[in-house]
Structure formats: C-alpha cells, structure tokens
C-alpha cells in the first residue's frame, strides 16, 4: 500500500513539473511570437528612437577614480540586454570581484529627450579583503550603476559614462567610482 501512495505522489509530482513547464513556456514566450519583434526594425535602429537601444551589446569598460580621471584596473568586459518595456539585465567580467562574488546585473532604462538613461542592481554575496593592485576588496551587499547612454548614428554601437556605488548589506554606501564603456551590438 505505501509503495501504492509513493507511486501516486511522485506520479502528481511529474504531472505538476510538467503544468509548469508547460505554463511557463507560454508566458515565457518569445516577444516575436505575439506580433512582436525580438530586435527593432531597421527603421526604429537609428539614434534619436527609443527603440533603437533594444538588443544585446558587448561592453567595454574602464573604471576610474571620479573627479581624478584616475583609471582603476584593466579594461574588462562586460554583457547588456535591453528588453522592450524598459528593463535590462547584465553581467560582468571585472577581475575586481572573487569567483561567484557578484550576482548578474537588473534594472531599468528610459528614453527621453533623445537621451538613454540606465539604471541597475547587483547583489554582491559575501565579503572578500583587499587585494591590491587587483581588487580593492568589497562588503557584502550590492552596487548600483546609474548611466547615460549615447548612442552612435547607425545605432550598433553606444558609449557610456557610469557612476557606481557599493553598498553595504544595510544599503550604507562605502565606495563610489565612476566608468566609462563603448559597446556594439551582438548579432
């Protein structure tokens, strides 16, 4: 009778695994497939449209001291992904951070003006100590990137200017720097 009951719950298991995957994949659709397109028209593509930045972009990017210009560190790569609505996602190469130590970047975008704002958030896991010159060692917590967006005329490729805070896990800032970036859109 228990191998009976055992049998039955794992075969609801497996049939409620599988609703959800298949709910999932419904709401979880590609924008192109309501109508939608994945990426913006050739007509949208051009600086000046709000729709232009949507996409994926490999960035290039160069922290430096604020104020001083002082460059910190070796330029490291990092990914984008501006979605249709006004969100972005992200991560990071910067050697700064420890293996697993930053979560992947989340966010928001605006266009107006014609001028693109940014604006996201990533966790950073744990602490790690001071390493110089490589790493100036980080708390727990997260940091935030707030930048300005320009993008180039064929709209493939864009240059930032970024501020950035670290903040402790009780949201106390303990380092600012600023950045500058170039990118080009993947395709």
Not at 17 to 37: I, R
Not at 76 to 101: D, E, K, V
């Amino acid at each position: 009778m228990m191998r009976a009951i055992r049998r039955n719950q794992c075969t609801t298991a497996v049939a409620l695994a599988a609703l959800a995957l298949a709910t999932a994949g419904v709401f979880a659709a590609p924008s192109h497939a309501a109508g939608h397109p994945a990426v913006p028209d050739p007509e949208s593509k051009r600086n000046g449209s709000r729709g232009a930045i949507v996409g994926t972009w490999q960035v290039q990017v160069q922290s430096y001291v604020c104020g001083t210009n002082t460059l910190i560190g070796q330029p490291f790569a990092s990914i984008l992904s501006f979605h249709q609505g006004g969100t972005l996602t992200g991560t990071t190469t910067n050697p700064a951070f420890a293996q697993g130590q930053r979560g992947i970047d989340q966010g928001i975008w605006s266009y107006d003006d014609g001028v693109f704002k940014a604006k996201d958030i990533a966790f950073i896991f744990f602490t790690s100590p001071a390493d110089p010159p490589l790493s100036p060692g980080f708390e727990a917590g997260a940091q935030t990137l707030s930048q300005t967006i320009t993008l180039k005329d064929d709209s493939d490729q864009f240059t930032s200017e970024a501020t950035t805070e670290f903040m402790d896990v009780e949201a106390k800032v303990y380092r600012t720097a600023c950045a500058t970036a170039v990118a080009r859109r993947f395709e």
